[in-house]
């Protein structure tokens, strides 16, 4: 499956890593060429410096054979626009968005957007491990 994640941060480098190894063609965007130093050396994949709301960057990324979108950034804001356009522009059937703030995550979902939110996320682990017997 060829997989375009944006965002070489932790979760995003991770990802990348693990997609790779299972066999996938996986293409990474980051803004900041020295994330890429996340990614293990054995990594297969492609490293693309520059925007995923940058159309060109997202066609050199090869967005229009993707079957899944994965944007991963800091940024709520440029998560959900590189979404977006994944989606309703290039008609990437899988996309999947970290939203920080849940009550945009969910409206989101609502336009058809994978989303999850690491605020609630961590906040069900939170209760678990004060709750757990």
Not at 25 to 51: C, M, N, Q
Not at 77 to 88: D, G, S, V
């Amino acid at each position: 499956m060829h997989i375009v994640i944006m965002g070489c941060g932790r979760v995003g480098s991770t990802l990348a890593s693990r997609l790779d190894h299972e066999g996938h063609e996986v293409v990474v965007i980051d803004t900041d060429p020295y994330a890429f130093r996340r990614l293990p050396s054995d990594f297969r994949g492609e490293k693309l410096v520059g925007s995923g709301v940058d159309e060109h960057v997202l066609e050199s990324a090869g967005i229009r054979r993707a079957e899944a979108f994965l944007s991963l950034t800091q940024g709520d804001n440029r998560n959900l626009l590189a979404a977006q356009i994944a989606k309703h522009i290039f008609n990437v059937r899988a996309v999947v968005v970290r939203v920080y703030d849940p009550f945009r995550g969910e409206i989101f979902a609502n336009l058809g957007l994978r989303t999850f939110s690491p605020t609630n996320i961590g906040a069900d682990m939170a209760y678990d491990a004060l709750t757990r017997e």
